[in-house]
T-cell receptor
Framework: RKEVEQDPGPFNVPEGATVAFNCTYS??????FFWYRQDCRKEPKLLMS???SGNEDGRFTAQLNRASQYISLLIRDSKLSDSATYLC??????????FGSGTQLTVLP | DTGVSQDPRHKITKRGQNVTFRCDPI?????LYWYRQTLGQGPEFLTY????????KSRLLSDRFSAERPKGSFSTLEIQRTEQGDSAMYLC????????????????FGPGTRLTVL
């Protein structure tokens, strides 16, 4: 079983749609949680950190449920520029990032 | 450009050859990571340095792989006797710096070195 599991998609949604990505992780000792975005043939870039209290950054909302070991990302009013692969990421005590396989999103005009 | 840089960006080699990649982290960062990414997968952790000390190595890092960070600044990743299964994107990331900075733990990635083993 992979440490971080994501639905690979692809998700094809029209502009303006709301889309949600889910992720589960297996290591209950995981300490930090993130969503990274990766454009085609580019390096991953941090989109946002994820906290138990939930956090919002503009059109993006992330949630963490430690009891269920579940992380989510909600994108509202999706834009063409949101098309990318979204990577769910957790860290352990050694600080290395453990990535899911990514969920591919295509926003259609 | 003060981001993470990697060299070369692309490397094509024949099976059995040795290759070496270089990573220059963000200058004030004391932590440096190497990851490997294959098509359709997320990056996988290979190894981690704090300053010049290599503190963690993944089981993915076979004895054909070696990484160094001799002066706590740039790092090199060498693969000996390359195999076709080594074909991947090799990503370097760095983090650390001023503890008060909100981005202290954020890892910033370089553009990667794409290795193709023929």
């Amino acid at each position: 079983r992979k440490e971080v599991e994501q639905d690979p998609g692809p998700f094809n949604v029209p502009e303006g749609a709301t889309v949600a990505f889910n992720c589960t992780y297996s290591n209950s000792a995981s300490q930090s949680f993130f969503w990274y975005r990766q454009d085609c043939r580019k390096e991953p870039k941090l989109l946002m950190s994820v906290y138990s209290s939930g956090n919002e950054d503009g059109r993006f909302t992330a949630q963490l449920n430690r009891a269920s070991q579940y992380i989510s990302l909600l994108i509202r009013d999706s834009k063409l520029s949101d098309s990318a692969t979204y990577l769910c990421v957790v860290t352990g005590s050694a600080r290395q990032l453990t990535f899911g396989s990514g969920t591919q999103l295509t926003v259609l005009p | 450009d003060t981001g993470v840089s990697q060299d070369p960006r692309h490397k094509i080699t024949k099976r059995g050859q040795n290759v070496t990649f270089r990573c220059d982290p963000i200058s004030e960062h004391n932590r440096l990571y190497w990851y490997r990414q294959t098509l359709g997968q997320g990056p996988e952790f290979l190894t981690y340095f704090q300053n010049e000390a290599q503190l963690e190595k993944s089981r993915l890092l076979s004895d054909r792989f070696s990484a160094e960070r001799p002066k706590g600044s740039f790092s090199t990743l060498e693969i000996q006797r390359t195999e076709q299964g080594d074909s991947a994107m090799y990503l370097c990331a760095s983090s650390g710096g001023l503890r008060r900075a909100s981005s202290y733990n954020e890892q910033f990635f370089g553009p990667g070195t794409r290795l193709t083993v023929l």
